[in-house]
């Protein structure tokens, strides 16, 4: 065990992070790489959002382009059910609970495989995923027992949630990031390489060969590209293409 952790600083709501998921999954089968979630709620507070006519046309082309560049999917659930429910709230701090009460239960694995559940509810079956009823439903599905998922939500909500979030964004701001999703390498002596993950978006086998390569070099940094993200993150304003930041 080479003891390298790929930090994956996210938010479920964050439409990059949602194209950077098959580099998750990618991350998650290399093995001796641990890897630890740190999500940073953008999407809460004074900065919840409901849906509304100008966020579905604010949204949409960051979607299509996210879509090109990742073959991630979009599910006309979301863009012609989801972006039109104007009932909708936009929060990252119910589903952010749900996937800390999932590690809680089974450890860091239940958490991104809850994380990777949801969003593809939010994005390709157009699911509400700041509804309790709805974070319990997806929490079932991953196999995780409902009772005690719900208590779990219960307990973490409020302080807890916005400690793990107040944590992430610091550890954002340590590593010099812009927003999500960044991702960074700890190497067996602390130190931290923040990984350039722009050029592999679409490119997951040469992304996970990186990794696999960091973990032979014992605790050398991954492969370095240029390019970076572009542009290619998500604040608290949204999601920006690359070349329009």
Not at 61 to 66: F, G, L, S, T, V
Not at 99 to 114: H, N, W
Not at 125 to 148: K, M, P, S, T, Y
Not at 197 to 203: E, F, H, I, Q, T
């Amino acid at each position: 065990m080479s003891g390298l952790t790929l930090h994956y600083i996210y938010d479920p709501l964050c439409g990059w992070c949602y194209g950077a998921a098959p580099l998750v999954r990618a991350a998650r089968a290399v093995p001796g790489l641990a890897l630890a979630l740190h999500a940073g709620g953008m999407l809460t507070g004074a900065n919840r959002r409901r849906m509304s006519p100008q966020w579905r046309e604010y949204v949409m082309p960051h979607d299509r382009r996210i879509a090109a560049l990742t073959g991630q999917p979009f599910g006309e659930r979301y863009f012609e059910g989801l972006l039109r429910d104007e009932g909708a709230v936009l929060d990252s701090g119910p589903p952010t609970t749900a996937i800390l009460a999932a590690q809680s239960m089974a450890g860091g694995e239940s958490g991104a495989d809850l994380l990777a559940r949801l969003q593809h509810a939010h994005y390709v079956d157009g699911r509400r995923i700041a509804d309790a009823e709805v974070l319990a439903e997806v929490a079932v599905q991953a196999g995780l027992d409902r009772q005690r998922f719900a208590a779990l939500c219960l307990d973490i909500d409020g302080e807890r949630t916005q400690a793990h979030m107040a944590a992430s964004r610091a550890l954002l701001g340590r590593l010099g990031g812009h927003g999500f999703p960044t991702f960074a390498l700890e190497r067996r002596d602390g130190r931290f390489a923040v990984l350039d993950v722009g050029p592999y978006l679409g490119d997951v086998q040469a992304w996970q060969d990186s990794l696999a390569r960091a973990i032979v070099q014992e605790g050398g940094g991954a492969d370095s590209r240029e390019g970076g993200m572009g542009g290619a993150v998500c604040d608290a304003q949204g999601c920006a293409l690359p070349g329009h930041g």
